[in-house]
């Protein structure tokens, strides 16, 4: 069945540094996917997408690649804040039920 | 802030009771979905309601049944509690609601943290 994995964290950095979070998928078809950013005590929010093979979803300084060829959709900023401490999670849009199936989720943690 | 609200956001309960939780969609969306975060895990889709009729199902038990109401509340139930149910517990709404179609504008709760003794 499809399939979300991404990279294990925790990931810790220092504000300005450069964020590589990777994530690539198992699917039938192409689907649509997602970035999503869980931060602490709320729900998850979308923070990019990407519907097709190429597309770049970009928000906040984040962005991420539709790359067909390798499956994957992995997560970058050039200089984090320390307020981009959260939980990302990716997500494709499949599944039998037409529903979002997540990866387990990188907790990243940024410091002064 | 996505108009999603939730409660309780904490519960505890022991093994074997039933549980309620309660979702509050965004006003105008007709389909809400639940979904299952275990710690340290994705959350897992457990159901789909469009329409106050059940049309998309993961891999959960009969035990785990919803309902969804004119006024944009719904309802997730559980029951016969086990200890692995929990977990928190994530209400998403949307106005997409044909099953299939590209979900992909989902606005989430909070979530419900539930803890099974």
């Known amino acids: 069945g499809d399939s979300v994995t991404q990279m294990e964290g925790p990931v810790t950095l220092s504000e300005e540094a450069f964020l590589t979070i990777n994530c690539t998928y198992t699917?039938?078809?192409?689907?649509?996917l997602f970035w999503y950013v869980q931060y602490p005590g709320e729900g998850l929010q979308l923070l990019l997408k990407?519907?097709?093979?190429?597309d770049k979803g970009s928000n906040k300084g984040f962005e991420a690649t539709y790359r067909k060829e390798t499956t994957s959709f992995h997560l970058e900023k050039g200089s984090v804040q320390v307020s981009d401490s959260a939980v990302y999670f990716c997500?494709?849009?499949?599944?039998?039920?037409?529903?979002?199936?997540f990866g387990k989720g990188t907790k990243l943690s940024v410091k002064p | 802030e996505t108009g999603v609200t939730q409660s309780p956001t904490h519960l505890i309960k022991t093994r074997g009771q039933q549980v309620t939780l309660r979702c509050s969609s965004q006003?105008?969306?007709?389909?809400v979905s639940w979904y299952q975060q275990a710690l340290g895990q994705g959350p897992q889709f457990i159901f789909q309601?469009?329409?106050?009729?059940?049309?998309g199902r993961g891999n959960f038990p009969p035990r785990f049944s919803g309902l969804q109401f004119p006024n944009y509340s719904s309802e997730l139930n559980v029951n016969a509690l086990e200890l692995d149910d929990s977990a928190l517990y994530l209400c998403?709404?949307?106005?997409?609601?044909?099953?299939?179609?590209?979900?992909?504008?989902?606005?989430f709760g909070s979530g419900t943290q539930l803890s099974v003794l």
């Open positions: 998403a709404s949307s106005d997409l609601s044909i099953l299939g179609a590209a979900n992909e504008k989902l606005f």
């Open positions: 699917a039938t078809g192409y689907p649509s």
């Open positions: 990407a519907t097709k093979a190429d």
């Open positions: 997500a494709l849009h499949g599944g039998s039920q037409g529903n979002l199936i």
């Open positions: 006003s105008g969306h007709n389909t």
């Open positions: 309601y469009y329409r106050e009729e059940e049309n």
